[in-house]
């Protein structure tokens, strides 16, 4: 992948069913989240893709880091125009 380039990442987020203090049930069974996300590809890190919501040809606004571990797919969506 380039910088710059649009794509798709599905991944798994953390979650909690709870607020506060509470009496945690052994047999509860908390469902993960699956989280879409598009934004640019920035680069990736051994641990992390980087993402950004707004690029200009060699600057990002915000970066959003997603853990590698946590990505079910990732795929491009719209090859930056060169």
Do not use: C, R
């Amino acid at each position: 992948m380039k910088f710059g380039e649009v794509i798709y990442i599905e991944w798994v987020d953390s979650t909690s069913d709870y607020q506060g203090w509470h009496e945690p049930l052994k047999e509860k069974v908390v469902a993960l989240q699956p989280i879409h996300t598009i934004g640019f590809y920035l680069y990736e890190t051994e641990d992390a893709v980087v993402t950004t919501h707004s690029v200009s040809e060699e600057h990002a606004f915000n970066t959003f880091s997603i853990p590698k571990g946590t990505i079910k797919t990732m795929e491009v969506i719209n090859a930056k125009q060169e």
